[in-house]
């Protein structure tokens, strides 16, 4: 199984709180979600930075057209993949959500012939 875990960082130069209810990742390969996670009740303090992370996990079900796609990118080890994120952040008040793409480029370590995303190790996890 594929985890990744990401840290992230939201500075808040307001001078009140900002709450959110929800804040979803799903990473997708080849036009498919291949991870998600959710973290609920983030608090960004005001005039400051609050950190935490978002721990995803692979989805169920991943098609054999995606691993056979993602084997043959990382048919050498100095090859890269890209993972596309998608961050949707619903704030608590007033249900008010908004939404973001980033793109990483990650590396093909411990590759498998397989193309099951849970046979690669994910390194990186830093936009580029």
Known sequence: MMDVTIPFKAKNENYFD???KEIEITGSFNNENILSG???NFNAKSRS???DTISLSQ???IS???AATLAA????PSNTWTIEYDTKITLQTGGISFSFPTSIDMPCVAVSSSGNPS???CEGQTPV
Do not use: K, N
């Not at 990118?73 to 050498?76: G, I, K, L, Q, R």
């Open 18 to 20: 900002i709450d959110t």
């Open 38 to 40: 959710t973290i609920s």
């Open 49 to 51: 930075e609050t950190s």
């Open 64 to 66: 054999t057209g995606t």
């Open 119 to 121: 046979d690669f190790e």
């Open 73 to 76: 990118t990382c048919s050498s």
């Open 59 to 61: 989805v169920e079900g």
